[in-house]
Each structure stands twice: as C-alpha cells, then as structure tokens.
C-alpha cells in the first residue's frame, strides 16, 4: 500500500502538485504536465535560457515538448486501479463527504468513526479494520453532519440524552449544567424512542387500513349512486318514450275518428243533396203542369186533367233531416280537452319530482354546499351614499365623506345598506368576509319598500347582525338571539324551493357552524343585501 502511495506520488507534477496531466519528460529527466512547463516558461524572464522549474538545468534553447506516451499509459493503468481498489468511489464523486486524512487530492469518504470524530477513504479506514488499536472504535455511514454529533462547549461525542431539556449531551455536559437532570444513553433513549415508533407506526397502519375501508365503501355508494342514476335515467327516458309512443297512438286514433266521421258526413250530405235536387225537379214539373192546365182555354180539358194534379200527394217543403256540421267534430274537443288536462296532470308530476329533488337538498358539510357556489356582485344603482364598492363590486366599505351618487329609484338614502344585482332561486350557496363593528348580512324581495325600513324589519327581508358582541337575526321586526360565536367568514344556504335559509359561521380551516336556520315559503327571487355600519365592511367571496 505504502509502495503504491509512493509510486502516486512520484508521478505528481511539481508545478501543480497533481498527478500529470499530458506528461512531458525533458532531457534531464524530470517530468511535468505540459501546460504547466508552458505556462512556467511563458510566465518567467527567461532572456534566452530556460531552466527546468524542479532541478534549474538550462537550456540555451526552449525545448521542443512531445508527450511521453509511457508515462500516459502508465497514469490511466493508475487510474483504472485506484478505481478498482475503491469501490463506490465514482459514486461518491457527483457528491458526498472528503477523506479527512487524504492530501493532495482529496477522495470520497466510505465511513465515518464515531470515536476519531473524521471520516476515512476507503484505502485511509482500512487501519480500522486491521489494527488491534482500533477495534473499540465504532464505524458507522458517511455523514456530513459529524460536527453536529460533537458537543459544541466541550468538543466531545454526544452520547447521553437529557430527557428534563430533551437535547443530546456528552458526558461532560452530564456532570456540568445538566448535573441531576434525568438523563439516559443515546442508545437507551432511541429504544424508547423506537418503541413509540412502533406504536405511532400502527396507529397509522390501522388509520390507513380504516381510511382505504372508508374509501372503498365510499367507492361502492359513488357505484350504487351511479347505478341509481343512470337506472332512475332509463325508467326516465322509457316513461317519456311511452308517453310520446301513447300520445302518437292517440294522435293517430283521433285522426283516424275524424277521417271516418268525415267521410260519413260526406256521406249523408250527399244523399241530402241528392234528394233535394230530385225533389226540386219533381217540384219544377208539376209547377210547369199547373202552369200549362192554368193557361188553357179549354175549361172541358181543364176540368178533366185538374183532378189529377189535385190528388198528387204534397211535397213536404220543410224536411227534417239530421245533419249538424258545426257540430261534427265535438267529440275531437272534448277528447283533446281530456289529453291536456292529462298531460298539465302528467307535468305536475314531473314539477313535483323536481321540487323533491331540490327539497332532498339539505348539505351537511361546507363541500356539499360549495357545490352550489353563485357568484354575486353588488348593484351600485342601489348603494348608500356612505358606502364604495371595489374589486369589481364585490367589496363594499363605509366611508366618512358621502359620495355624488346619480339618483335612482332603488337606490337607498336612509340607511347604509347595498342589494347585489342577482335574484336567486333555486338552490345557492355563498360566502362573505366581514371586518369591523357591525355588519348585517340579509335576503329580500326586490319590490319590497326597503329604503323605509331596515333590513329584518318587514316580512319581506331576512337579516343576520353581526358583531363583534355577538349575532342576531331579524325578521318582521322580531329579534332572535343568537347565542353561538361568529368568524370573520359567514356562508348562507339558500333552498328556495324547500323554503330553506340557513346561515353558518366558517372556520379558518373550513369547519362550518349552523347559526340560524329558517323554514318558511318563499314567493318570489331573493335578493342578497348587506348593511355595513361605521368603519366596516364587506367582501363577497367568489370562486
């Protein structure tokens, strides 16, 4: 080993002190990389002698360097050994911890000793290894961070852990300022240590084996669910399919009816009609015989033919007969009546499914409701003097100096108070953040008289006030306490189908809190408004 440290250091360039890179030999024998012989002689008053920078022999010429080819073998055989004969050396390159006890170059370290305090190449730890010397030094990974395992007051290993402070210590430490304190070896403490490991370990295990249970049930419901809605959307589409396939039946039925009582009517017209073009021409016949006897002469003649006529049976000029056209087809307008009040009967049903469905609506947690996020800004048509709104009307803030707001029917002069432009029915959900004394976050009808009332002072408009003192809610005048704390954040649900108000205090972490909730039947949109006092205000959350 020594004999190849040796022979390494015999072939260093004593220039730069490295091993030769492009080896040159010049003619008294020493050896040198040829960048570095050049750069030594370009650098050098040399005044027409150049001398060799290890003995000083002189040349009266600067020599002609070529490289030495056996030297260059001889230095990638070197290499090509060294690499051999350290293992994980080419790994440690890109990075890791430098022998502390090599020079020159410095190689990659392959164990730290935890007695030394330093850590070894792997030719520098075989000492470790083959020496009686070492054989109670502890040998353990590389690692970087060898000054933190040293006691930065006594420069000693840390060994003993303080469990009254809960640092690490050396074995000065124990007898100075942590004398009489409950302390512990390094190794008994990580004992213990791994023994809370172990159970913090299966509390995960049995959390995770108890989440991926719930994830699987959750799976089968969002299959089930699934299953439901695509077999509740075949039943839907076979109903309607049937409902389309009755309806064409009767179209054709009806069709057919009146085709038939059509041609039926036809049918006794034209007999009519035949009959009374019969009876008109035996009429016109026996008008030009009475005609003919009237205008003869002959009273003979007349008397002998006049019986005859006489005793003709009489035409009956007014015949009954039953043929009603206006009335021929009443049967399609009752049967047409009947199929409609049926399908207004059918609709009413499918009305009602909806409202079942949008009554079943009843969110428990902050994600269902955000489901049905809406988005609102704020009308400035309808905003107090007192009162700006920014970022994009979905922030309004009380202000000393009243503005030079253009009138407008709906905008409020007596109270600061502000509507959103949106109506909402249906099923909605939003959030407001509010800052200050008082706010007041509410719900009314748009043809509601508010600018004579506050809000929550009429049957019209649903209010919750909200202070720093606490939370109420009003409506017709009725005040309800409320006895739960308010955040910064409140969400309102809105059922307006159902009849359903609800409104809810959020956390920081998103954990909702019911503060009040209202069952009633709404008649028209609801129109979000806002109240802000002095040196408040509000800001709408939109997502």
């Known amino acids: 080993m020594a ?49 060799c920078p290890q003995c000083r022999h002189s040349f009266t010429s600067r020599p002609v360097l070529n490289k030495n080819t056996v030297l260059a073998d001889l230095m990638g055989k070197m290499a090509e050994a060294e690499r051999d004969t350290s293992p994980g050396q080419d790994e440690a390159a890109a990075g890791g911890v430098d022998c502390d006890f090599c020079t020159g170059k410095k190689l990659k370290a392959v164990k730290s000793c935890l007695v030394c305090l330093a ?65 512990v070896s390094a190794a008994a403490e990580r004992k213990q240590k791994q023994k809370q490991f172990g159970q913090k370990k299966q509390r995960y295990h049995q959390g995770v084996q108890e989440m991926e249970k719930q994830l699987q049930q959750l799976r089968q419901k969002i299959k089930a669910l699934q299953s439901s809605k695509d077999a509740a959307l075949d039943q839907n589409e076979k109903a309607y399919a049937e409902i389309v396939l009755m309806a064409e ?48 002469e002959d009273n003979i003649y007349f008397l002998q033919h006049c019986k005859q006529i006489l005793d003709l049976t009489e035409l009956d ?14 049967f399609v307008t009752k049967t047409l009546s009947g199929m409609r009040d049926k399908m207004e009967n059918m609709a009413m049903s499918i009305g009602e499914i909806s409202e079942i469905f949008e009554a079943d609506m009843d969110p428990k947690s ?111 005048e009725i005040k309800t306490k409320i006895p739960a704390p308010c955040s910064s954040t409140v969400g309102i649900f809105l059922n307006h189908t159902a009849g359903s108000l609800s409104f809810y205090s959020v956390s920081d972490s998103g954990e909702t809190m019911l503060l009040h909730k209202i069952q009633t039947t709404f008649s028209q949109p609801l129109y979000p408004g806002f109240m802000v006092s002095r040196g408040a205000s509000i800001k709408i959350i939109n997502h």
Not at 19 to 45: A, I, Q, R, Y
Request: glycine letters at 4%; proline letters at 3%; hydrophobic letters at 30%.
């Open 366 to 476: 902050r994600q269902e409701m955000s489901a049905y996020y809406t988005s609102l800004h704020l009308d400035p048509n309808t905003a107090f003097e007192n009162l700006l709104l920014s970022e994009r009307n979905t922030k309004v803030t009380w202000i000393k100096k009243p503005q030079q707001c253009p009138y407008h029917p709906e905008r409020f002069s007596k109270y600061d108070q502000v509507l959103c432009s949106e109506g909402l029915s249906g099923v909605c959900y939003w959030e407001v953040e509010w800052k200050g004394p008082r706010v007041e976050v509410a719900l009314c009808y748009k043809g509601a008289k508010l600018d004579e009332s506050c809000f929550g002072y009429s049957d019209e408009s649903w209010c919750i006030s909200l202070s720093n003192s606490g939370c109420t809610f009003w409506h017709s």
């Open 119 to 183: 850590s070894y190449c792997a030719t520098h730890v075989q000492p470790h290894y083959e020496s009686a010397a070492f054989k109670r030094h502890k040998l353990v990974e590389v690692t970087a961070s060898m000054q933190e395992m040293i006691c930065s007051k006594h420069d000693k290993l840390l060994e003993v852990f303080c469990r009254t402070d809960g640092e690490c210590i050396c074995m000065l430490c124990v007898m100075d300022e942590h004398k009489g304190h409950d302390t």
């Open 3 to 51: 004999g190849r440290l040796e022979a390494a250091d015999s072939l260093s360039c004593s220039i730069c002190l490295e091993e030769l890179k492009k080896p040159v030999t010049l003619h008294c024998g020493h050896s040198f990389c040829m960048d570095c012989v050049n750069h030594f002689w370009d650098l050098g008053d040399q005044k027409g002698v150049y001398r």
């Open 317 to 330: 000029l007014t015949p009954n007969f039953n043929f009603k056209p206006h009335t021929a087809f009443d």
């Open 249 to 296: 039946k009767r179209r054709s039925a009806v069709r057919e009816q009146i085709t038939h009582q059509n041609r039926a009517a036809l049918s006794q017209a034209e007999e009519l009609i035949d009959r009374f073009e019969k009876e008109i021409r035996d009429m016109k016949k026996r008008e030009d015989e009475l005609k003919q006897l009237s205008s003869t």
